[in-house]
């Protein structure tokens, strides 16, 4: 089946299904991955896959469009099944009162004060209840892969005897915050102990008392998705001209969800010093993810903010078509001069990925998993204050010879490192090491895996296997 750009959602939640004959999008050949990563890496990734060849996989979230989880399921999920695992991918159903209630408990666990109150606990529960009764896995699969908070709780009504099930947590969740708030910490811990391992991008994010295996492994980009492939300079500026950007002036970029944790009131601000010293442009493009009821809040703040300005240009992106999404993404990120993502709070942060894969200096902030791709002065800077981050901004501008080494180098350090089929490849050793029993929550619950030496051990305090 040709691919798409409005793949949709079957009733029943199905977004790919080769066993339903319902797959709307595709990934590359090996071959083509070959002629990025090299053969050898190619034949890593196919002998590790070959004991889990044949296995059935489900894949669950909660949303199809929007947000970096999304977008890697959908070079994964076929991948996968081209390398002979039968997966899956469907979404759960819920209202806006729950995806309310979700992103609040996504927020809570990043670090905010506040409860998750009883009323939020209910109208989770009984979403959760209902998507379990909506028959949502309608076959046996092997393992069951669960993304983030929001369909955590499924473990519990849907597993069946003799399945693995998987909790893949994407966000910058903080141990310190949830275990000072007894009753968040109880919720959580409630639902993921029912998983037979945890899956986090970086070290820092493991709650280091949950009675299951853990394993580290970062999350990638499609080297040769619309969003990432290498685009023509006609391409690029239709885009520009579609918005009404000026192709001829340095262009200051962030790009993403609108999300209050991303850092955009610090972007805006230094590009204003900026601005007071150098003539450039600022673009603030993102959308929503259908999942994060939020956005639409932080985007109308950003408007009001900017309305005064004719050189910010803020683009609330279409999700109708997602290869047109892509490809305008790719476009103003290669047509920017310099890319911000000065996050408070981060899970991985894989615009700042794709960014470097660009060739393009990136500013984000020292928090979360940014500084696993950005090295201070090598791939990229931090963010500091408005002031001292506009000189930084200033100089990759007037050095333009400077920031494309700064790019080469980014780009490089993510060809090494967070490309999919490397990451994938670690996904299959955890799931054949759980399979097989080598890791379980009964001989070492308190393991943690990793299959690179990219963890920081200083920032962990209770680990105690590696």
Not at 61 to 88: C, K, R
Not at 102 to 117: A, P, R, Y
Request: charged letters at 25%; proline letters at 5%.
């Amino acid at each position: 089946m040709a691919e798409t750009g409005n793949s949709t959602v079957t009733p029943d939640g199905t977004v790919y299904s080769r066993r339903k004959d319902y797959c709307p999008f595709s990934v590359s050949s090996l071959e083509e991955y070959a002629s990025i990563l090299g053969e050898e890496r190619i034949e890593r990734l196919l002998k590790i896959a070959e004991p889990v060849k044949g296995m059935r996989k489900l894949v669950l979230n909660a949303t199809a469009q929007g947000g970096g989880v999304a977008e890697m399921l959908y070079s994964a999920v076929p991948f996968l099944n081209d390398l002979g695992i039968e997966t899956d991918w469907k979404v759960i159903q819920g209202s806006r009162e729950y995806f309310e209630s979700t992103k609040e408990l996504h927020n809570l666990l990043q670090g905010k004060k506040g409860v998750f109150t009883r009323e939020q606990q209910q109208t989770y529960i009984a979403t959760i209840e209902e998507c379990a009764r909506q028959n949502l896995i309608d076959y046996e699969p092997d393992i069951v892969e669960v993304h983030d908070p929001q369909p955590v709780g499924l473990s519990h009504y849907l597993r069946a005897p003799g399945q693995t099930w998987f909790w893949r947590c994407h966000i910058h969740i903080d141990e310190a915050t949830i275990e000072s708030n007894s009753e968040l910490w109880d919720f959580i811990t409630g639902w993921a102990k029912q998983y037979d391992a945890a899956v986090f991008s970086a070290a820092q994010y493991i709650i280091s008392w949950w009675p299951l295996p853990k394993f580290i492994v970062p999350p990638f980009i499609d080297p040769l998705s619309e969003k990432n492939r290498d685009l023509t300079e006609d391409e690029i500026d239709r885009v520009l001209s579609k918005y009404g950007i000026d192709s001829r002036g340095p262009i200051i970029a962030q790009i993403g969800r609108f999300d209050p944790w991303k850092g955009i009131d610090r972007t805006i601000s230094t590009y204003r010093r900026v601005r007071k010293e150098r003539k450039c442009q600022l673009v603030l493009a993102g959308g929503f993810a259908s999942d994060d009821p939020e956005g639409e809040r932080v985007l109308a703040r950003i408007h009001e903010h900017t309305k005064d300005d004719d050189n910010v240009h803020v683009l609330n992106l279409s999700l109708e078509d997602r290869l047109e999404n892509w490809r305008e993404v790719n476009a103003l990120q290669r047509a920017a001069r310099v890319i911000m993502q000065p996050s408070t709070r981060e899970g991985f942060g894989l615009v700042i990925t794709e960014a470097l894969w660009k060739g393009k200096p990136v500013i984000g902030a020292n928090v979360g998993a940014i500084p696993l791709q950005i090295r201070e002065g090598d791939t990229g800077h931090f963010y500091e204050t408005p002031y001292k981050t506009a000189q930084k901004v200033t100089y990759l501008l007037d050095r333009e010879r400077a920031a494309n080494a700064i790019g080469n180098r980014g780009r490089e350090y993510v060809r090494r490192n967070f490309l999919l089929p490397d990451r994938i490849g670690d996904h299959l050793m955890a799931i054949n090491m759980v399979m097989k029993g080598a890791v379980s929550r009964e001989t070492v619950p308190e393991c943690i895996v990793s299959f690179h030496p990219w963890f920081n051990l200083s920032k962990r305090q209770r680990v105690q296997c590696f």
